[in-house]
């Protein structure tokens, strides 16, 4: 089983960037499919992004062109860098692993981060 610290989140200004880590213990992330998801109060956990393997990455419609998913297999960390953040990407922030891809719900990932907290000023 993969244990998985997420970290990065903050509050931002609308049009800034943030970088969240997700660092993993325990097992390597290159032999993982890793995503992200968010989830803001009152609301239902939504996909964000997914690296289904070191070298591809997919996007919900909401972030696509703003966000990037990237992994540091030398760190066994994965990345999710934000730009142009808007009010309505205030969530908390999770990062989440499967052995491999089957989808972009929270139910297709088998390991869960904490979470942290990223609030986007008006």
């Known amino acids: 089983q993969v244990q998985l610290v997420e970290s990065g989140g903050g509050l931002v200004q609308a049009g800034g960037s943030l970088r969240l880590s997700c660092a993993a213990s325990?097992?390597?992330?290159?032999?993982?499919?890793m995503g992200w998801f968010r989830q803001a109060p009152g609301k239902e956990r939504e996909f964000v992004a997914a690296?289904?393997?070191?070298?591809?990455?997919i996007y919900a419609d909401s972030v696509k062109g703003r966000f990037t998913i990237s992994r540091d297999n030398a760190k066994n960390t994965v990345y999710l860098q934000m730009s142009s953040l808007k009010p309505e990407d205030t969530a908390v922030y999770y990062c989440a692993a499967s052995r491999a891809f089957r989808g972009k719900a929270p139910a297709d990932f088998g390991s869960w981060g904490q979470g942290t907290q990223v609030t986007v000023s008006s």
């Open positions: 690296s289904p393997s070191p070298w591809s990455g």
């Open positions: 325990g097992r390597t992330v290159s032999s993982y499919a």
